[in-house]
């Protein structure tokens, strides 16, 4: 697969990872009475309910992700990876870690 194959997998499994994480962190944080961040999460969740709206958002982005990593020759593919794991880390893992760990403080 060589190097660059290798590094544009494990970004694509960090990738779905997160967005595995998000979505069931978001779950249970919308359970707990936690305010969801995505106004548009936020409009779907009272039209479809909970559960169906983060597993058709979820699903749509696994499924771009498969589609970059598909293109995965093109060289701003790794780029592109790299980049949606750091937002997602940054405005996803982090503040919901955050939360949920605060739960063993209380």
């Given at each position: ?14 990738n ?74 940054v405005?996803?893992f982090?503040?919901?870690?955050t939360?949920l ?6």
């Amino acid at each position: 697969m060589g190097l660059r194959g290798d590094r544009l997998h494990q970004l694509f499994l960090l990738n779905i990872s997160l967005q595995v994480f998000d979505g069931v962190a978001t779950y249970h944080g919308v359970r707990l009475y936690w305010q969801e961040g995505n106004p548009l999460l936020l409009a779907a969740i009272p039209v479809l309910g909970l559960g169906q709206t983060l597993l058709l958002f979820k699903s749509k982005a696994c499924l771009f992700l498969i589609l970059l990593r598909r293109v995965g020759s093109h060289a701003t593919v790794q780029a592109s990876l790299a980049m949606l794991a750091a937002v997602y880390g940054v405005f996803s893992f982090v503040p919901w870690m955050t939360r949920l760990l605060s739960l063993l403080w209380l």
